[in-house]
């Protein structure tokens, strides 16, 4: 996996991801009819935009082994002062989310990331530093239950 920053070149995968992702980690928590609005094209009006700007934003997006956009990060200054008011119908109801068990934050990150350590340092395993990213691209879509899916292309060493 490859972190870098984006491009306008970046638009139509940054705008894909955004909107598969919303759809799939927000379904049952924001309004369907929300979510179903979300388009392709408006999400790449909104990052064209951002990405014009690049004084006012900063945009990093993560590639695959294969050159493809899977995850993006991006944030800016909040110019108007008015976002949360303005926004607020749209923020989720966090405490509501944690007590319901849904995993918020970041904490559930680091520790995906602390059980990833851990587990390729098992006694015993060896591990070639070369294959970690195809392992950890594997497991990623196992958890995400992509990796039987037809969907999900991968390639085994020879």
Same mark, same amino acid.
């Given at each position: 996996?490859?972190?870098?920053?984006?491009?306008?070149?970046?638009?139509?995968?940054?705008?894909?991801?955004?909107?598969?992702?919303?759809?799939?980690?927000?379904?049952?928590?924001?309004?369907?009819?929300?979510?179903?609005?979300?388009?392709? =094209? &408006?999400?790449?009006?909104?990052?064209?935009?951002?990405?014009?700007?690049? !004084?006012?934003?900063? +945009?990093?997006? *993560?590639?695959?082994?294969?050159?493809?956009?899977?995850?993006?990060?991006?944030?800016?200054?909040?110019?108007?002062?008015?976002?949360?008011?303005?926004?607020?119908?749209?923020?989720?109801?966090?405490?509501?989310?944690?007590?319901?068990?849904?995993?918020?934050?970041?904490?559930?990150?680091?520790?995906?990331? =602390? &059980?990833?350590?851990?587990?390729?340092?098992?006694?015993?395993?060896?591990? !070639?530093?070369?294959? +970690?990213?195809? *392992?950890?691209?594997?497991?990623?879509?196992?958890?995400?239950?992509?990796?039987?899916?037809?969907?999900?292309?991968?390639?085994?060493?020879?």
């Amino acid at each position: 996996m490859i972190l870098r920053d984006a491009n306008i070149n970046d638009v139509p995968a940054i705008a894909r991801v955004h909107v598969d992702t919303w759809r799939t980690a927000y379904r049952g928590i924001i309004p369907d009819e929300h979510l179903e609005n979300m388009s392709y =094209k &408006q999400r790449e009006k909104t990052w064209h935009q951002v990405l014009s700007h690049p !004084n006012n934003y900063f +945009v990093y997006v *993560v590639e695959d082994d294969f050159g493809q956009i899977v995850g993006f990060a991006s944030g800016g200054l909040e110019r108007t002062g008015d976002y949360l008011r303005n926004h607020r119908h749209r923020i989720p109801e966090y405490g509501y989310l944690q007590n319901q068990g849904i995993p918020i934050g970041s904490g559930s990150v680091e520790s995906t990331i =602390k &059980q990833i350590g851990r587990r390729v340092k098992i006694s015993g395993a060896q591990w !070639n530093q070369d294959n +970690v990213a195809q *392992v950890l691209r594997h497991r990623c879509a196992y958890l995400n239950g992509y990796f039987y899916s037809s969907k999900y292309i991968y390639s085994m060493p020879n």
